[in-house]
């Protein structure tokens, strides 16, 4: 088992179905779950329908996200393993993206930091 500094934040690098990989803390993280079918609006999750973070039909599983404006939110992801790793400041860099996303470099893999609040306000509405 490989061993992680002892400083730095949890983080879970999420594979996501457009091919981006996103990187958060982990805290952001409620579960993973499988979704035998999703729709492009809504998961149910624990008995209640939460909104689904852009296209999903292809989606087996969804990270269920914590939320600022909704409690929780679903994001599709696609069929790579999630990784866990510490994320520390040196691995972050001045690079961004198309959408001025930061990017981290880990394991050498571009992984998006994403704006969390701009992301739920392209979530669907529901009820």
């Known amino acids: 088992m490989e061993v992680q500094a002892d400083n730095g934040i949890p983080s879970v690098l999420l594979p996501r179905v ?3 990989t996103w990187v ?3 805290n952001c993280l409620a579960e993973v779950v499988a979704v035998p079918e999703l729709s492009s609006q809504t998961v149910v ?4 329908a939460i909104p689904v973070l852009g296209p999903a039909q292809s989606a087996r599983a969804c990270a269920v ?3 600022q404006d909704v409690r929780y939110w679903a994001l599709p992801l696609a069929p790579l393993p999630l990784v866990y790793r510490r994320l520390t400041a040196d691995q972050l860099t001045d690079e961004s993206t198309e959408d001025a996303v930061p990017v981290a470099v880990i394991d050498e893999r571009r992984c998006q930091v994403p ?5 739920e306000s392209d ?3 529901v009820g």
Do not use: F, I, T, V
């Not at 999750?45 to 209640?48: D, I, K, Q, S, V």
């Not at 704006?115 to 992301?119: P, R």
């Open 123 to 125: 979530l669907p509405r």
């Open 45 to 48: 999750w624990r008995g209640e």
């Open 65 to 67: 996200l914590q939320g």
């Open 24 to 26: 958060l803390p982990l």
């Open 115 to 119: 704006d969390l609040l701009a992301a």
């Open 18 to 20: 457009d091919g981006s």
